[in-house]
């Protein structure tokens, strides 16, 4: 199905990228101004997987860097630059974009690009949820004998901007990305990773955007409890915020979150939240959604949760999510465990499969 984003879209789309964030996925107020901007500026579109020849061009779009860092900024010109950069080094043309993860900035995704291109948005992510890493957000490709990543990026204010081009090895020009990202000050807009619908539609998670808005309302409807509800989660934990520690390493948001409750609950996060323990026992672990609402009920990133602030705690299983294949390759985690000291990586999907 092919069809015009609107306005009623703005607000499902932003806040269940928020919850689907899991701590990370940008944060709400950027998103709501990105997506309001693109409908100012333009029509974007959306259309299903199916609308695509299985071997048309598809490239993903994505923010790159730590949440919590001092001084970043990304403008939506940046954003379009680092797609021109990128469409200038591909051996063929772009059929359409489509976003890394669900967030509250990263479900809108390629929507300004659609306004001022005409490039369609696919429903479909890289992954249903926020993740931290390049290369979980490559649909395998780092696993692809011969595969050729080509990236695009731009962003920082003027006295620190970037922008660039690399080709090579996925995790060669990923690292180059992720090292712009800390030179521009926090964050740089990518585009990178072209592969055909067809493999996107495999390996990623197609109606992810569909499927974001629907939470989207439910939660503005009915709360964190309503998208707990909705997910086949609950609200596991609320409590006040005792410690909070928060440090960029290698271009990421990397900590924990401990409460004052009886159960000494304890998360920890690089840029999304990757572990819940509760009276020392693990919880839940990503790709797990693990997600933070203020007071207010609001979704509440982990580079904004501060110490003595009241806080609830949603827990969703894996299982109910739209994941890519990524999320079950325990090689991916080995970087974010030796980040965080902790082990958490899943099965292999074969095992888990078993």
């Not at 489509?98 to 948005?121: Q, R, Y």
């Not at 440090?247 to 900590?255: A, H, N, S, W, Y």
């Not at 026992?281 to 207010?296: K, S, Y």
Request: aromatic share 6%; glycine share 12%.
């Amino acid at each position: 199905m092919k069809r015009q984003l609107t306005h009623d879209d703005i607000k499902a789309a932003v806040y269940g990228g928020a919850v689907l964030g899991g701590g990370g996925g940008g944060f709400v107020e950027r998103g709501l101004r990105t997506a309001e901007l693109a409908l100012q500026v333009g029509t974007p579109e959306l259309w299903s997987a199916d609308e695509f020849a299985p071997d048309a061009l598809t490239a993903t779009v994505a923010l790159v860097g730590a949440p919590a860092a001092p001084d970043p900024l990304v403008l939506p010109t940046q954003l379009l630059r680092a797609l021109e950069l990128l469409r200038r080094d591909l051996p063929r043309p772009l059929a359409a974009i489509h976003t890394n993860e669900n967030g509250a900035e990263t479900t809108i995704n390629g929507w300004f690009h659609s306004a001022m291109t005409g490039l369609p948005v696919i429903d479909l992510a890289c992954n249903g949820r926020a993740h931290p890493s390049s290369q979980m957000g490559a649909m395998g490709l780092h696993a692809e004998d011969g595969y050729r990543s080509y990236q695009g990026y731009a962003g920082g204010k003027p006295g620190a901007y970037v922008e660039g081009s690399t080709g090579g090895r996925l995790d060669a020009t990923s690292n180059v990305v992720r090292r712009a990202s800390v030179e521009a000050g926090g964050w740089v807009g990518a585009a990178r990773n072209p592969v055909e619908v067809g493999y996107a539609v495999e390996h990623g998670a197609p109606g992810a955007i569909s499927f974001a808005m629907e939470l989207g309302r439910r939660f503005l409807a009915d709360g964190p409890e309503g998208a707990a509800a909705h997910l086949g989660g609950e609200i596991a934990v609320t409590g006040t915020v005792r410690t909070y520690r928060c440090e960029q390493r290698e271009g990421l948001d990397v900590g924990v979150v401990v409460l004052d409750d009886a159960a000494g609950t304890t998360l920890h996060f690089v840029n999304e939240y990757m572990a819940l323990e509760l009276d020392g026992e693990r919880r839940a672990a990503f790709p797990d959604l693990i997600t933070t609402f203020d007071a207010e009920g609001q979704p509440l990133a982990s580079a904004h949760v501060t110490a003595g602030e009241r806080i609830s705690v949603l827990v969703a299983p894996a299982a109910r999510l739209p994941l890519s294949r990524t999320m079950y390759m325990p090689e991916l985690y080995t970087p974010l465990e030796d980040l965080l000291g902790i082990t958490f990586a899943p099965a292999s999907k074969v095992l888990a499969d078993a």
